[in-house]
């Protein structure tokens, strides 16, 4: 399994589902509770700038890892997030690196096969949360998501999933039947029927 080549896959794909957006589509709700559209760009652009400075040496700066700003052109400051992460992770020798990453652990570091599969499995699941928010198809292969699934049942699912701090929700339970990406969603707490509109009644979903 090529974890590079997985997440230039998801990454690249958070990227397609963007260039969809209208300019009236930013402040939409997604299902990262509390966040809109554009809200939850710049936390994904910011945490690309955050991995890639991991990848150099420099992630126990807790600084890389803010929002990005995105200004009056979003999508374009996604797009170099994404190239900045991507190009990071590309050098042969990274694999051979050790990733300090403060927002998960501020004492272990983490193989960079480790660290890389943390960032392939958020932007699986942010991918989803940007194609539920603009209600478009998330276009990922089997192997992806199937590759996804094994590293969303590796993620605990203890205290760590409760609170406003949480990455991921406890899990739910999956729908008999359910399609590998579904698994995925569910085990990782976020519930595959959301929508939009759900969301504009009261209610808490996953926050991303």
């Known amino acids: 399994m090529d974890i590079r080549k997985l997440d230039r896959a998801a ?3 958070t990227v397609r589902i963007l260039e969809q957006a209208d ?3 930013w402040d939409l709700p997604t299902p990262c509770a509390d966040w809109t559209l554009r809200q939850l760009v710049a936390h994904m652009a910011g945490q690309h700038h ?3 400075a991991a990848a150099a040496g420099n992630g126990a700066d807790l600084s890389v890892w803010r929002p990005a700003a995105l200004g009056d052109d979003p999508l374009t400051a996604y797009r170099t997030a994404a ?3 991507l190009d990071a992770f590309a050098p042969p020798g990274v694999l051979t690196r050790e990733f300090v990453l403060p927002e998960i652990s501020d004492t272990l570091g983490f193989p960079a096969s480790v660290a890389i599969g943390f960032h392939f499995l ?3 699941v942010h991918g989803w949360d940007l194609a539920r928010a603009l209600g478009v198809s998330l276009d990922l292969d089997d192997a992806t998501a199937e590759a996804a699934l094994v590293f969303a049942l590796r993620v605990p699912d203890d205290e760590r999933r409760v609170g406003p701090a949480a990455l991921f929700r406890p899990a739910l339970r999956a729908t008999p039947g359910a399609d590998v990406l579904d698994l995925v969603l569910t085990a990782l707490g976020r519930p595959p029927d959301w929508t ?3 969301a504009r009644r ?3 979903a996953p926050r991303g």
């Open 11 to 13: 990454v690249l794909e």
């Open 50 to 52: 955050g991995f890639a």
């Open 196 to 198: 939009a509109d759900a």
């Open 202 to 204: 009261p209610f808490t």
């Open 122 to 124: 958020d932007y699986v």
């Open 23 to 25: 300019p009236q589509d």
């Open 83 to 85: 190239d900045t992460v």
